[in-house]
């Protein structure tokens, strides 16, 4: 296997993940666990990018690199709204209180509303990719 092949294995993985997260989201939503869910929200999107970002061979270590990278290649340059990457700061922070502030809770219509915003930003990303991810 080439360098390039495992690459473009490794987006297609990712992106994998990013749809899964979203599928778990669902489910944890369904169950009532509303941070459960906020957190495979923000993963689907996570992983989602992860593959975009890699798919143009950026590499990151850290969530903050993955969403400064996204911001700068994609938001500021206007290939994508910058609607959507507020849309994923929101993720971002909703996944941080959810996991580590005590007390936080979210409502069903609230994670309801971000499930389908999330799956019309995978939706919406998906052109985006050099690789075209075949499901």
């Known amino acids: 296997m080439t360098q390039e092949s495992h690459r473009v294995e490794v987006v297609r993985y990712w992106w994998k993940k990013g749809k899964e997260s979203l ?8 169950a009532g666990f509303y941070s459960f869910a906020s957190n495979r929200i923000y993963y689907a999107a996570f992983y989602a990018v992860s593959a975009l970002l890699l798919d143009r061979e950026f590499t990151f270590k850290k969530h903050s690199g993955v969403r400064n990278a996204f911001h700068q290649k994609f938001i500021k340059h206007g290939l994508i709204d910058k609607e959507w990457g507020k849309f994923y700061d929101r993720l971002f922070e909703d996944r941080q209180e959810g996991d580590y502030l005590a007390l936080t809770e979210f409502e069903r219509e609230y994670i309801d509303k971000q499930i389908d915003k999330c799956s019309e930003f995978l939706e919406l990303i998906m052109p985006h990719f050099v690789h075209l991810i075949r499901e």
């Open 23 to 30: 599928e778990s989201a669902k489910r944890e939503r369904d």
